[in-house]
C-alpha cells in the first residue's frame, strides 16, 4: 500500500488539481493528434511515403524500449515537479527548432528532421506521462485518484474525437507549418498550466544526488524489476497486457482491411466503426470518473470480468463481419460493438492504473508505469506485422477475429485461478 502521504490533501484542494490536469491534457491531447495528422498528411503530400501515417507508430516503441530505463530511473530517484519542467521544456525548445529547420529539407529528406523529433517528442512524451501518473500522490488524495485518471482518459477520448475533423480543416487553412506554431503556442500553455499546479513534494520521493552511470542505472532499475517479481499480480497484469495488445492489433488493422476490401464498403462506413470506438471510450472514462472510487480487494473482479466480456466481443465482431448483413446492419451492429469493444479498454486500462497507483510505493512507481507502458507499446508493431500478413493470406478476415476472441477466451480461463490466488495474497 502506498505510505508516502504526510499530509492530507483535500477535496477542496483535489477537485482543483483536477480541472487544471483536465484542462493541460485536453489541449495537449487534441493539438498533439492534430499534429501528428498533419504530419501524417505533410508527409503523403511530398514524399507519397507508405509510412506517412504510421512512422511514428515506428519511432516510439523503439525509442520506449531504449529509453525504459533511465526514464524509470529517473522518475523514481528524481523529485516530480522539476522533471516534468525539465520534459516540456525540452520539448518546447525541439518544436521550435523543428519549426525552424523543417523547411531546409525536401522530399523523403524531410524524413530526416522528423525522425529526429519524434525521437525527442517520444523520450520527453513518455518521461512526462510516466513522471505525472507516479506524482498522482503528490495532486490528489487517495479517494480522488480514480477520478483523476478516468478524466485524463476523458480528455484523451475528447481528443480522438475532434482531432481528425479538426485536423483536416486547420491543414487546409494553414499548412503543416501552421500545426507546428500550435503546438508549440498549446505546449507552453500546458507548460502555464503545470506551473501554477501544486505538487505536495512533502509526500514525493527523496532525490538521490550520485550521479548515475551506466552500472549503477541497470542496478537502480533492476531492484524496480526484483520489486515487481516479489509482486505476482503486477507480472501478471503486464503479461496479460501484453498478449491483449498483441491480439487487439488484429483489430486495429483488420477492421479497415475487413470493410474496404473484403466488403467494399468504402470509407464511410469505416468512419462509422470508427466513431462507434471513441463514443465508447469516452462513455467509458466519463462514466469511470463518475462513480465511486473502486475497492481494490475486488481487483479481480473488476478486471477478469470486463477481459471475457471482451472476447466475447471480440468474436462478435467477426461472427458480424462474416455474415452477409446490409449497410444498415453492418453500420449499427458494427458501430456498437466497436464502442463497447472502446468502453472495455478504457475500464481495463483505469482500473490497473488506479490499482498500481494505490498499492505501489512511490519510489517504485516510476520504474513500474515505465515498464507496462514500453510492454504494451512495444508488441503493437509487432502484432501489426504478424497480423498484416494473416490478413493479407486470408479470403475471410471475419474468421480471423473468431478464431483471436476463442484464443483470448481461452488464455483468460486458464489465468482465472493463478490470476486469483495471486490476487488473494497481495497485501499491499
Known amino acids: 500500500m502506498n505510505t508516502n502521504c504526510q499530509r492530507n490533501i483535500t477535496n477542496r484542494q483535489s477537485n ?3 480541472a487544471k490536469s483536465f484542462t493541460s491534457n485536453l489541449i495537449s491531447s487534441l493539438s498533439g493528434k492534430m499534429f501528428t495528422f498533419g504530419l501524417g498528411l505533410m508527409l503523403l503530400d511530398q514524399t507519397r511515403s507508405v509510412l506517412s501515417f504510421g512512422i511514428n507508430m515506428l519511432v ?6 531504449i529509453f525504459l530505463i533511465p526514464i524509470g530511473n529517473l522518475v523514481d530517484t528524481q523529485r516530480h515537479r ?7 521544456l525540452v520539448r518546447i525548445t525541439a518544436l521550435i527548432i523543428f519549426a525552424s529547420t523543417i523547411n531546409l529539407f525536401s522530399a523523403q529528406m524531410k524524413l530526416l528532421p522528423i525522425v529526429l523529433f519524434l525521437i525527442v517528442d517520444a523520450v520527453s512524451t513518455n518521461l512526462n506521462d510516466t513522471c505525472f501518473s507516479a506524482a498522482i500522490h503528490e495532486l490528489v488524495n487517495q479517494d480522488k485518484v480514480q477520478q483523476l485518471s478516468s478524466l485524463t482518459q476523458t480528455a484523451i477520448s475528447i481528443a480522438a474525437i475532434l482531432s481528425p475533423t479538426l485536423g483536416v480543416g486547420f491543414y487546409s487553412l494553414v499548412g503543416f507549418n501552421g500545426f507546428i506554431w500550435l503546438e508549440i503556442v498549446t505546449t507552453i500553455l500546458s507548460f502555464l ?6 505538487f505536495y513534494e512533502n509526500m514525493a520521493v527523496a532525490p538521490t544526488n550520485h550521479r548515475q552511470t551506466l552500472n549503477s542505472q541497470w542496478t ?3 531492484a524496480g524489476l526484483i520489486y515487481m517479481q516479489s509482486r505476482s499480480v503486477i507480472k501478471m497484469t503486464i503479461m496479460m497486457g501484453l498478449v491483449l495488445n498483441f491480439f487487439y492489433t488484429a483489430v486495429t488493422i483488420g477492421v479497415p482491411y475487413v470493410l474496404k476490401d473484403e466488403l467494399h464498403t468504402g470509407n464511410a462506413m469505416l468512419g462509422i466503426f470508427e466513431t462507434g470506438g471513441a463514443v465508447g471510450m469516452l462513455l467509458g472514462s466519463l462514466i469511470m470518473s463518475f462513480l465511486p472510487a473502486l475497492d481494490r480487494r475486488h481487483f479481480f473482479w473488476h478486471l477478469m470480468v470486463p477481459l471475457i466480456i471482451l472476447t466475447w466481443l471480440i468474436a462478435g465482431l467477426g461472427s458480424m463481419l462474416v455474415l452477409h448483413l446490409t449497410a444498415v446492419q453492418l453500420m449499427v451492429s458494427g458501430s456498437l460493438v466497436m464502442g463497447f469493444i472502446a468502453f472495455i479498454l478504457v475500464w481495463l486500462n483505469i482500473i490497473v492504473q488506479v490499482y498500481l497507483q ?3 510505493p512511490t519510489h517504485n512507481l516510476g520504474r513500474v508505469l515505465a515498464t507496462l507502458t514500453t510492454v504494451n507499446t512495444s508488441i503493437m508493431p509487432v502484432g ?7 490478413f493479407q493470406y486470408s479470403s475471410t478476415g471475419g474468421i480471423i477475429f473468431l478464431i483471436n476472441g476463442g484464443l483470448l477466451l481461452s488464455y483468460t480461463i486458464i489465468l482465472i485461478r493463478p490470476f486469483w490466488w495471486a490476487v488473494q495474497a497481495d497485501k499491499y
Open 16 to 18: 482543483t488539481q483536477i
Open 60 to 65: 516510439a516503441p523503439i525509442t520506449g524500449l
Open 82 to 88: 522539476p522533471i516534468l519542467i525539465g520534459s516540456l
Open 193 to 198: 498550466i503545470m506551473l501554477s499546479m501544486h
Open 220 to 222: 537502480t532499475f533492476k
Open 358 to 360: 494505490k498499492t505501489v
Open 384 to 390: 501489426t506485422l504478424f497480423f498484416t500478413m494473416i
